[in-house]
C-alpha cells in the first residue's frame, strides 16, 4: 500500500460507519473493471456527445477555465 493510500485510510477511520461505507463503495467501483453503467438522461445525452467529441481531439479546458468554474462554487 502507497504512503498516499495509507493517509487516506487512516482518515476515513476517523470518519463516522456511513461515510466509511460510502467511501468504501467509491473505492471499490473505481478499482473494478465492472462499474456500473449510468443511464443518460436524453435531454443531456447530446452534451456528453459533444463533450465525448472533444476528449477525442484533446479539447480540454484550460486551468484558467477549470479554476473559474471552482470559484463558482465557493459563493
Request: zero cysteines.
Amino acid at each position: 500500500m502507497t504512503k498516499l493510500l495509507e493517509q487516506a485510510v487512516e482518515i476515513v477511520r476517523r470518519l463516522p460507519p456511513d461515510s466509511q461505507d460510502e467511501i468504501a463503495r467509491a473505492m471499490l467501483t473505481l478499482a473494478s473493471d465492472e462499474g456500473e453503467v449510468e443511464d443518460i438522461d436524453p435531454a443531456h445525452l447530446p452534451d456528453v456527445l459533444e463533450s465525448l467529441a472533444q476528449a477525442r481531439r484533446r479539447q480540454f479546458a484550460t486551468d484558467q477555465e477549470i479554476e473559474s468554474a471552482f470559484k463558482l462554487f465557493d459563493r
